[in-house]
């Protein structure tokens, strides 16, 4: 379930949320709020989400997230030219 507030992730975990996707949310706030969803659900899986690129990794990265999608990967990605003859 796609959260952006701890709020929204805790009813989420209450909810039965197996996963719960914090998106957008400033580093300290992303950890407040995983630590949250952690300690009173500890089987949910938390992941960070949004933003998030490879020089900023690090900020999202701690004890409480599981997962980090890093949609730059993709998205930002360089295109390639190239040809192939047979």
Known sequence: VECSSAEEALAAAGAGAD???????APQELHAAAAQV????PGVTVEASGG???GTLPQFL???IDVVSM????HS???LDFALRV
């Open 19 to 25: 996963i719960v996707l914090l998106d957008n949310l």
């Open 38 to 41: 952690k300690a009173t659900h």
């Open 52 to 54: 998030i690129v490879l």
């Open 62 to 64: 701690g004890p409480h």
């Open 71 to 74: 949609g730059c990967l993709t």
């Open 77 to 79: 990605a360089p295109a």
